[in-house]
Nanobody
Framework: QVQLVESGGGLVQAGGSLRLSCAASGLTFSSYAMGWFRQAPGKEREFVAA????????YFAHSVKGRCTISRDNAKNTVYLQMNSLKPEDTAVYYC????????????????????WGQGTQVTVSS
């Protein structure tokens, strides 16, 4: 059974930082590209960032580019999202997802390419 478990969310002031983690089990983690998405209340889920299986390629949404980094540790079956200079509009539930679809990392901005999803972790940024 595949499980993706996010952690690291919380309440932070604007300008602060958070590091989200996603621990994967039940799959060959190193064979999957990983992505982060988020969903704010009343809004559709949107792409945040993705990383290839080898960490050789990353891709970011325009809204977070320059403020976020994505990394992974295949030995620990974990992917990370470091978020800096947080803004109130970053408030959302953040989800990690795993994709074994072929093709360039840019394709991973679309949720349909993902096979598995976590339950999410809440990030709240106060102004």
């Amino acid at each position: 059974q595949v499980q993706l478990v996010e952690s690291g969310g919380g309440l932070v002031q604007a300008g602060g930082s958070l590091r989200l983690s996603c621990a994967a089990s039940g799959l060959t983690f190193s064979s999957y590209a990983m992505g982060w998405f988020r969903q704010a209340p009343g809004k559709e889920r949107e792409f945040v960032a993705a990383i290839s299986w080898s960490s050789g390629s990353t891709y970011f949404a325009h809204s977070v580019k320059g403020r976020c980094t994505i990394s992974r540790d295949n030995a620990k079956n974990t992917v990370y999202l470091q978020m800096n200079s947080l803004k109130p509009e970053d408030t959302a539930v953040y989800y990690c997802a795993a994709s074994n679809a072929p093709g360039p990392i840019g394709l991973r901005s679309t949720s349909e390419w993902y096979n598995y999803w976590g339950q999410g972790t809440q990030v709240t940024v106060s102004s």
